[in-house]
Nanobody
Framework: EERLVESGGGSVQPGESLRLSCAASGFTFSLYLMSWVRQAPGKELEWISYINAYEKTYYSDSVKGRFTISRDNAQNTLYLQLNSLKTEDTGMYYC??????????RGQGTQVTVSS
């Protein structure tokens, strides 16, 4: 069974950091572009970052310079380092196999809450 399982979310204050992880199983993780997408309460999905099989990365303007995506193909794990968190970063964070309309698998999500 193909699965993505996110972890690492939590409640933090503005300016603090979190590291999200996404454990993949059931498919050849190293071959795929992997991404992170988030959804704030009452808002649409926002695709924020991807890393392809050659480790080329992309960041949306909203997270560029603060978040870092990485992958460990030996551990079949995707990461997202979240630094300098802002209240507007609050939301459910999902990892995805693929990007936007090409997404073919998504996890159940991990909640990030940034509040003073």
């Amino acid at each position: 069974e193909e699965r993505l399982v996110e972890s690492g979310g939590g409640s933090v204050q503005p300016g603090e950091s979190l590291r999200l992880s996404c454990a993949a199983s059931g498919f050849t993780f190293s071959l795929y572009l992997m991404s992170w997408v988030r959804q704030a309460p009452g808002k649409e999905l926002e695709w924020i970052s991807y890393i392809n099989a050659y480790e080329k990365t992309y960041y949306s303007d909203s997270v560029k310079g603060r978040f870092t995506i990485s992958r460990d193909n030996a551990q079949n794990t995707l990461y997202l380092q979240l630094n300098s968190l802002k209240t507007e970063d609050t939301g459910m964070y999902y990892c995805s196999r693929g990007w936007t309309t090409a997404s073919s698998l998504r996890g159940q999500g991990t909640q990030v809450t940034v509040s003073s």
